[in-house]
């Protein structure tokens, strides 16, 4: 949605008189069955939303508190983040559109107005917000709150309405901004910066509420946090730190938005070229699939989620919808997002879909989804994609790229064949991610091993009885170099110790263990592909190309689907081979 409409509004003392004669509740409104022809395309993410209004004010309590579970847990009174769904009411309330006939309803204003004044009575008279307790001073309440309010006070600025609480909301943002742009406030800024999507969340609100009620203290405090966000929020290997580590659902899908709506607010230089190296750092991480249906992504060292794979159109809603404003900027970001006339494409087809429009299931109903929709779209031609995907770093034909963090190592191994991926250090980011080999990827096939956090039956290890592997821990390793590259990583107990080779046509891993165990191998199978199993190796036949694991001994190995982890088209089957202690695999192309 590119601006906000005060057309055929209920405004004034006639919207103040309605207010005042509708009773101390929220009343159920009319259902709505959404026309998919009717909605702009860039509005499609609109009709789902649409739909949860009448359930929403239905499920709200009689002081404003969003209840029923639509948006974020615990779903308690003194959770600040329920009520984010401000924004949402406001923007059904406000917007003057053929499709939306909640526009000006008195009853839709009213139970606005009672979960804004929920919302503001939860602040802390320092400016914060709690979430896990009553008496909490949360950084994600806050920087979130700052982002919804200052939005929800647009939109009733342009349209006129509730104005005592537009005066109430002006002052609240006005404490938390005292409260977060603080530098010397530990609970938003460390010396490294825990979760940085929520601090970039806290200044995009900051930009807007600034844009708003400009205080040229604030605003110079708002520039110098944009500084500080850059040198204490961003890894020098490129990712946006996550608990100390990357996380490519809160980088890509969170932070890097959020980082979006703050340079779109503020227009600081700052922000692009931060942009710019976390661009490059997911030119080693995301994956292209050689048949364009989407991207693997080197999920083995997150920190906190699991997000393993990202289609090649996405079409809204869409959580990574807004890095579109800085492709003119940053040119290479293109690869990863949508193409214009793919999206076009996707849209079509959707409003030509007869099928009712699916409606949200609880608690998946973010707000950001539409909070997220205000500017122009600036997603790229389907040319300046195919470029910016021609010139992704493991396009080329041969590096050696080792990226280093506060005692992470992460290796990018290419070469004519493959593509091998590592995650080593003396430590971890959490107990989620893995360590060890995490990915291996054909220019031609595409991924064939993908690696998992959080899950010790599908990640790339050497297994001990009681399925202990050794990449739950740390792993510190040796590069060593040379042509054929090598390099060796080992437990801390020296349980485990492995060595790689990598030749331009193969890869040897060698383990050496000190008790029988188990070498275990995430594989992508496509629906497509030919699996030959025997006992000293396993064949996989994609297409023209066929690659051959080979342990060049008689052993008894096991392939079984992964129960959960599935993708369009593919599965994840989990190889198994036990040994005693002493193994090697050779991974090697057949044929290409």
């Known amino acids: 949605m590119n601006s906000f409409s005060r057309r055929s509004l209920i405004t004034g003392a006639t919207a103040l008189g309605l207010l005042a004669a509708l009773p101390g509740r929220a009343l159920a409104l009319p259902p709505v069955t959404p026309d998919r022809r009717q909605f702009a395309p860039a509005e499609q993410r609109f009709a789902p939303y649409l739909m949860a209004v009448s359930p929403m004010l239905s499920d709200m309590e009689p002081g404003g508190f969003f209840g029923g579970g639509w948006w974020r847990s615990p779903n308690v009174s003194y959770n600040a983040r329920v009520q984010e769904h401000v924004y949402t009411l406001a923007l059904f309330a406000t917007q003057s559109r053929t499709w939306n006939p909640y526009r000006g309803n008195a009853e839709l204003l009213s139970a606005l107005d009672r979960a804004l ?94 844009r708003q009620n400009p205080d040229p203290v604030l605003r110079q405090r708002l520039t110098e946090a944009f500084t500080r966000l850059a040198a204490t929020g961003q890894s020098p290997a490129g990712y946006f730190y996550e608990e100390t580590g990357a996380d490519t659902n809160y980088n890509f ?77 940053v040119p290479a970001l293109a690869a990863f997002m949508s193409s ?34 205000i500017y122009d779209e600036r997603y790229p031609t389907c040319a300046a994609r195919t470029a910016a995907i ?72 050497t297994v001990f009885s009681g399925q202990v592997p050794d990449a739950n821990g740390p792993q510190e390793a040796e590069f060593l170099g040379g042509e054929p590259y090598r390099f060796r990583y080992r437990t801390p107990s020296g349980s485990v110790v492995t060595e790689v080779t990598v030749a331009a046509d193969r890869i040897t891993r060698t383990v050496t263990a000190n008790a029988a165990a188990v070498e275990q191998i995430p594989l992508v199978v496509k629906d497509s592909d030919i699996v030959e199993l025997d006992s000293r190796g396993l064949t996989l036949t994609r297409g023209k190309v066929a690659l051959r694991f080979d342990w060049a001994q008689s052993l008894t190995p096991d392939l079984r689907p992964a129960s959960t982890i599935t993708y369009p088209g593919r599965r994840i089957f989990i190889l198994t081979v036990p040994h005693s202690g002493a193994f090697t695999v050779t991974i090697s192309v057949l044929r290409s």
């Open 117 to 210: 004044g929920h919302y503001l009575g939860l602040q802390h008279a320092d400016g914060s917000w709690p979430e896990y307790s009553p008496t909490e001073h949360s950084l994600a309440a806050t920087g979130f709150a700052m982002g919804y309010l200052s939005k929800t006070n647009t939109l009733l600025s342009r349209a006129g309405v509730l104005a005592a609480r537009q005066t109430q909301i002006t002052a609240a943002l006005q404490r938390a901004m005292t409260w977060f742009l603080n530098p010397a406030n530990g609970t938003v800024w460390q010396p490294k910066i825990h979760f940085s999507n929520q601090v970039t969340a806290g200044l995009a609100g900051s930009a807007l509420a600034l």
């Open 253 to 329: 899908e969170v932070m890097l938005p959020e980082l979006a709506d703050a340079w779109r607010q503020s227009d600081d230089a700052t922000l692009v070229t931060m942009t710019r190296r976390y661009t490059d750092w997911l030119g080693y991480n995301l994956l292209r699939e050689p048949d364009g249906s989407g991207w693997f992504a080197n999920v083995a060292p997150n920190s906190r989620t699991t997000s393993k794979f990202y289609a090649d159109v996405r079409p809204d809603p869409e959580r990574t919808a807004l890095n579109n404003q800085f492709v003119p900027a």
């Open 340 to 373: 214009r006339e793919d999206l076009a494409a996707a849209r079509a087809t959707w409003a030509a879909n007869p099928a009712p429009v699916p409606a949200l299931v609880k608690p998946d109903t973010s707000p950001r989804i539409l909070a997220h929709a």
């Open 390 to 461: 021609a010139r992704l770093p493991y396009r080329r034909a041969r590096f050696t790229e080792i990226r280093s963090d506060q005692g992470q190592d992460f290796l990018f191994l290419r070469r004519p064949q493959f593509y091998l991926g590592g995650y080593f250090g003396t430590r971890r980011a959490t107990t989620l991610a893995r360590t060890g080999l995490t990915f291996l990827w054909h220019p031609v096939a595409g991924t064939v091993v993908q690696s998992m956090n959080n899950n010790n039956h599908a990640c790339w290890a």
